[in-house]
């Protein structure tokens, strides 16, 4: 019987991805008693909320976080302004932003405005709110994860982030969850949903891998 674990959390605003105490920001330590050797798949900066993956399978780890495997991320934006389909083609074509100081071009993406995303609870503590200044929502799906990506594009375009929900990858995602949920999936619910092996699923079902 496999001893491997994966757990899906719901990552709340001001949480670090780490069981390391930090400051005074929250870890995943205070969600649940992980076993000691389960840890974050990837990572959400500590202003950053929604999906992260924790387990202990070092194949799982490896597959998500090469980039040549170009698993589809998709994050819901909340900027700031009235984003327009314009704005949205340029995201979605490659924009110029500072990575290890340098200028790098990001992939084609995909971009598309969206209403507030529903069942979505209101971050605590709120965003910040200007009321002579609208704001938007769009959603993102990529296929690369370079440091803090998602708002460094908008911020190209004319649009700074005011909140950042990472709502799935691949087919694996937070719906029906809130902030600070936890959720365990078996092996073969990880493997399917996130597209791992595909290729050798049959091989998977039958116990070989």
């Not at 500590?46 to 924790?54: F, M, R, V, W």
């Not at 995602?173 to 619910?189: A, C, H, N, Q, S």
Request: with cysteine; hydrophobic share 35%.
């Amino acid at each position: 019987m496999s001893s491997f674990r994966y757990f899906v959390i719901y990552k709340p605003f001001g949480m670090l991805s780490q069981f390391t105490k930090e400051g005074e920001h929250e870890t995943l330590a205070v969600l649940f008693d992980f076993p000691k050797d389960v840890y974050p798949v990837g990572r959400l900066d500590s202003d950053s909320e929604g999906l992260l993956i924790l387990s202990n399978d070092k194949k799982l780890n490896h597959a998500l976080l090469d980039p040549t495997n170009q698993h589809q991320r998709t994050y819901y934006v909340q900027v700031e302004g009235t984003i327009t389909t314009v704005d949205c083609d340029k995201l979605e074509k490659g924009v110029g932003i500072s990575v290890d100081g340098k200028i790098y071009s990001t992939k084609p993406c995909k971009v598309k405005i969206i209403p507030a995303p529903a069942g979505i609870p209101d971050r605590i503590p709120p965003i910040r709110v200007r009321k002579t200044v609208p704001d938007s929502w769009i959603s993102i799906t990529l296929e690369e994860g370079k440091n803090r990506q998602v708002r460094k594009m908008t911020a190209a375009v004319g649009f700074p982030t005011l909140r950042l929900i990472r709502f799935s990858i691949e087919k694996l995602d937070i719906k029906g969850m809130l902030p600070r949920d936890v959720r365990e999936i078996t092996r073969m619910e990880a493997y399917d949903q996130l597209k791992i092996f595909s290729s050798n699923f049959s091989n998977f079902r039958k116990g070989n891998l």
